[in-house]
């Protein structure tokens, strides 16, 4: 599995995204999360 250098965390009202990226920009990871799953206090 290559370094993750970049993580980004989208927090849109119908769907969460977190993705992580190469140095180089490519993606490596990407999930998507539904609100109801999440609790942010």
Not at 6 to 30: E, M, T, Y
């Amino acid at each position: 599995m290559e370094e993750v250098s970049i993580v980004g965390i989208d927090l849109a009202k119908q769907v969460f995204q977190i993705h992580g990226a190469a140095a180089d920009g490519r993606v490596l990871f990407r999930f998507f999360i539904p609100p109801s799953l999440c609790a942010i206090h």
